[in-house]
């Protein structure tokens, strides 16, 4: 007994002993509180910083939900689903928006972060890994006669289907179509990765016998026919729109501008409109639509949550430093008084 005893003691070595050398971290008063101060001035000054650089980029933003009434009334008929309608939505750029543009559009009360909807996706069928995977896509699996949906899922049957194209007036009479691009809207892993078209020299070929959404009008291989490089999963309007937003008020980067002829440095001042395919259904559910123009910085947009957040972090620091320290001081002077008494 004693033998079996002995042979389930760990073996005498430090690190089963627990012997090993260490060292204990004993920091006095004065190294915390130079700590709370650094790190309360650092996100202080941050946040400072954060907020100013938002401020200093230029953003316009058109609601177009009640503009183009007559076409949402035409559109959400399910009789007239098929009928195009065009809007256009003037506007008027009073200041200049120097270097490169961005293009968005934003929407209000559609709330992409609903559980069933996130998970309502393939994807092994995005990879283009097995593109007849359609298990996951819930309650958009197959059409009304039975073929596999490509893509599935109610992410992609909800797609922003919306056409939109900016015109410059450069005069009463001459109106100029701001050129713009489809091209680099998506982050490299999400178009070299993660969204991937199967292996085949045509895709219309690859996705015989597959179906389209209920609510496209184009299927899949056939979004962007004037750029194979962005046909298909890998077509960036697309890929945007499946990256879900966290928020039920979101924009998504649309276009972004072409930097030439009239437009070398930016968008001048001036008159402009939007002319608007009008394809997407708001009122439905009680949303709102827009369209961005923003210029950005080296930490991107105007949202100005991150400049908050670090500084609202830093005043907070801050004022836990000086409560520590007057907490210390106090103790400081009842251990002296004490020792004198």
Request: glycine residues 6%; charged residues 15%.
């Amino acid at each position: 007994m004693e033998m079996m005893h002995l042979s389930r003691l760990p073996e005498n070595t430090a690190l089963k002993q627990q012997t090993l050398p260490a060292y204990q971290l004993n920091l006095s008063a004065s190294a915390v509180l130079s700590i709370f101060f650094a790190t309360g001035g650092f996100c202080l000054c941050m946040g400072i910083v954060l907020l100013m650089s938002a401020k200093s980029t230029k953003e316009i933003e058109i609601n177009y939900t009640n503009m183009c009434a007559n076409c949402a009334q035409l559109r959400e008929n399910s009789s007239n689903f098929d009928k195009e309608c065009i809007c256009l939505v003037p506007f008027y750029l009073p200041e200049k928006m120097e270097g490169n543009v961005y293009m968005y559009y934003k929407l209000y009360g559609f709330y992409q972060n609903l559980y069933r909807y996130i998970l309502s996706r393939s994807n092994s069928q995005l990879v283009g890994k097995n593109i007849w995977d359609v298990q996951s896509c819930s309650p958009f699996q197959l059409s009304h006669n039975s073929t596999p949906i490509i893509p599935c899922g109610a992410i992609a049957n909800s797609i922003f289907n919306d056409t939109i194209t900016l015109l410059y007036t450069l005069n009463s009479s001459i109106h100029i179509q701001v050129p713009l691009l489809k091209s680099g809207l998506t982050w490299w892993t999400d178009k070299y990765v993660k969204f991937r078209n199967p292996r085949s020299s045509d895709l219309a070929s690859a996705f015989a016998g597959s179906s389209k959404p209920l609510h496209w009008a184009k299927p899949i291989y056939e979004l962007d026919t004037d750029d194979p490089g962005n046909n298909g999963f890998v077509n960036e309007d697309f890929i945007v729109w499946m990256r879900t937003a966290a928020f039920p008020t979101f924009k998504k980067l649309y276009r972004r501008l072409n930097r030439v002829h009239y437009f070398v440095e930016g968008l001048p001042a001036g008159n402009y409109s939007f002319n608007i395919s009008y394809n997407y259904p708001v009122t439905v559910f009680h949303g709102e639509k827009s369209v961005v123009l923003s210029t950005l910085t080296w930490i991107g947009g105007s949202g100005h949550f991150l400049g908050l957040t670090y500084t609202v972090t830093g005043a907070l620091t801050l004022l836990a430093s000086f409560a520590i320290l007057a907490i210390h001081l106090m103790l400081k002077r009842s251990k002296i008084s004490f020792l004198y008494e």
